[in-house]
């Protein structure tokens, strides 16, 4: 390791990495620094379960926010795959079991709609708010690796006053109660509001807004895709990516303290041998901002808080449903929705605000080996085996503590699967794959788990709450030029926390490296 260099680079998340490369192939010299044993922070795949073959993404797991342009910059060996279905929501109507299947074609996704709300009204309001959300996407999503807009400019280029006031100016709920009559329809349109995001439909913050926002826009279209390889195939790309270009690359460094005058910066670190200290003109940093004061001694930012349940499941084989007319491989190949309905979202977010777990918790499914057998071996795919993974919603952190984590997960995720049961011809539990000691293949993490995994405050997959992305017009030195600023003139954030952070997209690594390289 050398005394100083151009950049040093904190964490390493798929953004860190992005970062690194950039700047490493602009010609910096970049040392990036991790705690852990091994890169990738949340966009990892494991083998959780001994013994057993599969390879899981971990903690993060589908792909929407990734711009191609990354991905064709950095020269990545890194693909994804189209899901079939979009969504299968079941529920029971009349004592029938039902369901909404969203996918598969226009005349399918009709006649699903038809099926389940007796006529062509929700449909149609469906298709229109899915149009607005797309006209958005498309103008919006291409700026995200561009210098920040004012607000006005933005939505100049959105054009579509509606559009705007919709998703940007009122409280998501109002839109969603307007347009659409049934409730299961409603509820799963509100669903890509909540993840990760602890707030109710028509919170005045508008966090669920800025939630929803994120999971529509993704690559101009709003698509969710599938990696190849599991996301640890994001990791290893980016690795190669930034070593081939000359980074620096040091596991099982703990970065300390860091203290700057504004033109050079030191940063001390920490290994099994010792303390030591490193120079650099610029500092990156990809751990959450609240990471980021503890380490300058700055005043933090207010607590963040996750509200998730994440479940990684293997099974023997896929479940039957109750309802007839859906093959379980449509059901579970897209977003699988659980107790989603949006007086059930409603009354479930009231009981976790009063302090308690859901009684009826909800969340969502999917099956990344229907879509990409690949993270699996050859034996296990030809027994049948798939994975499963869950999301679970309105969990806030505050309902987890040290000494109650463990019976809360237990108990939460029992009321999950339950839940889900409701729905199969089969307990689930008869559908798990065991490892070599005989224990079911499950793992389930609260928030806590994760605060204390990858040391997301209080969780939260965003490292805090969203936010538009433009500049607040009221402080207009705010993040800088490119969204990534911090107090400190050559400290700069590149994770998830920065302006337009969030979700597995690069995309603060990509504005970090731009500022540093003065684009």
């Given at each position: 390791?050398?005394?100083?260099?151009?950049a040093?680079?904190?964490?390493?998340?798929?953004?860190?990495?992005?970062?690194s490369a950039?700047?490493a192939?602009?010609?910096?010299s970049?040392?990036?620094?991790?705690?852990?044993?091994?890169?990738?922070?949340?966009?990892?795949?494991t083998?959780?379960f001994?013994?057993?073959?599969?390879?899981?993404?971990?903690?993060?797991?589908?792909?929407?926010?990734?711009?191609r342009?990354?991905v064709?910059?950095l020269?990545?060996d890194f693909?994804?795959?189209?899901?079939?279905?979009?969504?299968?929501?079941?529920?029971?109507?009349?004592?029938?079991?039902?369901g909404?299947?969203?996918g598969g074609?226009?005349?399918r996704?009709?006649?699903?709609?038809?099926r389940l709300?007796?006529?062509?009204?929700?449909y149609?309001a469906?298709?229109?708010?899915?149009?607005l959300?797309?006209?958005?996407?498309?103008?919006?999503f291409?700026?995200?690796t561009?210098?920040l807009p004012?607000?006005a400019?933005?939505r100049?280029?959105?054009?579509?006053?509606?559009?705007?006031?919709?998703?940007f100016?009122?409280?998501?709920?109002?839109?969603?109660?307007?347009r659409?009559?049934?409730?299961l329809?409603?509820?799963?349109?509100l669903?890509?509001?909540l993840?990760?995001?602890?707030a109710?439909?028509h919170d005045?913050?508008?966090r669920q807004?800025?939630?929803?926002?994120?999971?529509?826009?993704?690559?101009g279209?709003g698509?969710?895709?599938?990696?190849?390889?599991g996301?640890?195939?994001?990791?290893?790309?980016?690795?190669?990516?930034?070593r081939?270009?000359?980074?620096?690359?040091?596991?099982?460094?703990?970065?300390?303290?860091?203290?700057?005058?504004?033109?050079r910066?030191?940063?001390?670190?920490?290994?099994?041998?010792?303390?030591?200290?490193?120079?650099?003109?610029?500092?990156?940093?990809?751990?959450?901002?609240?990471?980021?004061?503890?380490?300058?001694?700055?005043?933090?930012?207010?607590p963040?808080?996750g509200?998730?349940?994440?479940?990684?499941?293997?099974l023997?084989?896929?479940?039957?449903?109750r309802?007839?007319?859906?093959?379980?491989r449509?059901?579970?190949?897209?977003?699988?929705?659980?107790?989603?309905?949006?007086?059930?979202?409603?009354?479930?977010?009231g009981?976790?605000?009063a302090?308690?777990?859901?009684?009826?918790?909800?969340?969502?499914?999917?099956?990344?080996?229907?879509?990409?057998?690949t993270?699996?071996s050859?034996?296990?795919?030809?027994?049948?085996f798939?994975?499963?993974?869950?999301?679970?919603?309105?969990?806030?952190?505050?309902?987890?503590?040290?000494?109650?984590?463990?019976t809360?997960?237990?108990?939460?995720?029992?009321g999950?699967?339950?839940?889900?049961d409701?729905?199969?011809?089969?307990?689930?539990?008869?559908?798990l794959?065991?490892?070599?000691?005989g224990n079911?293949?499950?793992?389930?993490?609260?928030?806590?788990?994760l605060?204390?995994?990858?040391?997301?405050?209080?969780?939260?997959?965003?490292?805090?709450?969203?936010?538009?992305?433009?500049?607040?017009?009221?402080?207009?030195?705010?993040?800088g030029?490119?969204?990534?600023?911090?107090?400190?003139?050559n400290?700069?954030?590149?994770g998830?926390?920065?302006?337009?952070?969030?979700?597995?997209?690069?995309?603060?690594?990509?504005?970090?490296?731009?500022?540093?390289?003065?684009?």
């Open positions: 390791m050398r005394s100083s260099y151009d040093v680079v904190v964490g390493s998340g798929h953004n860190a990495l992005v970062a950039y700047l192939r602009a010609g910096h970049v040392l990036l620094l991790e705690r852990l044993p091994a890169p990738g922070g949340a966009t990892v795949s083998r959780p001994p013994g057993v073959d599969a390879h899981l993404s971990r903690y993060s797991y589908l792909v929407s926010l990734l711009p342009k990354i064709r910059d020269d990545l693909r994804v795959r189209t899901r079939t279905v979009s969504s299968y929501t079941p529920t029971t109507r009349d004592g029938h079991p039902t909404l299947l969203v074609g226009e005349a996704t009709r006649e699903s709609f038809a709300t007796g006529g062509d009204r929700e149609t469906w298709r229109d708010f899915y149009a959300t797309a006209h958005v996407a498309a103008r919006v291409p700026t995200l561009e210098p004012t607000k400019e933005l100049r280029l959105v054009d579509d006053d509606t559009a705007w006031r919709t998703l100016e009122e409280p998501l709920g109002k839109a969603v109660e307007a659409f009559a049934d409730d329809v409603r509820g799963v349109v669903t890509d509001a993840i990760g995001t602890f109710d439909a005045p913050s508008l807004n800025r939630c929803f926002l994120y999971h529509v826009i993704g690559g279209t698509d969710w895709n599938v990696p190849v390889g996301m640890g195939a994001l990791t290893r790309a980016l690795v190669g990516a930034a081939t270009a000359g980074a620096e690359l040091r596991t099982g460094h703990e970065v300390t303290r860091i203290e700057t005058d504004g033109h910066a030191e940063v001390t670190y920490r290994t099994e041998d010792g303390e030591g200290t490193v120079g650099a003109r610029h500092v990156l940093v990809g751990a959450a901002p609240r990471e980021l004061a503890v380490l300058t001694g700055d005043a933090p930012p207010p963040a808080e509200a998730q349940l994440k479940v990684n499941m293997l023997k084989r896929l479940p039957g449903l309802d007839p007319d859906v093959d379980p449509d059901a579970f190949a897209g977003t699988f929705h659980i107790a989603e309905g949006y007086e059930a979202l409603a009354a479930a977010h009981q976790a605000a302090g308690a777990l859901p009684f009826a918790p909800p969340s969502e499914i999917y099956c990344h080996s229907l879509t990409d057998p993270v699996l050859q034996d296990l795919t030809d027994r049948g798939h994975t499963l993974t869950l999301f679970g919603l309105h969990t806030p952190a505050r309902l987890f503590t040290d000494a109650t984590n463990d809360a997960r237990a108990a939460l995720l029992a999950t699967l339950a839940q889900l409701e729905h199969l011809a089969e307990p689930i539990a008869d559908c794959a065991t490892d070599t000691d079911p293949c499950i793992e389930a993490k609260t928030p806590l788990d605060e204390r995994d990858l040391r997301l405050p209080g969780g939260n997959i965003f490292h805090g709450d969203l936010s538009f992305p433009y500049a607040d017009e009221q402080d207009p030195r705010g993040p030029r490119w969204g990534v600023g911090t107090p400190h003139p400290i700069l954030l590149c998830a926390g920065a302006l337009r952070g969030g979700g597995v997209s690069g995309i603060p690594g990509h504005n970090a490296a731009m500022a540093v390289l003065g684009q």
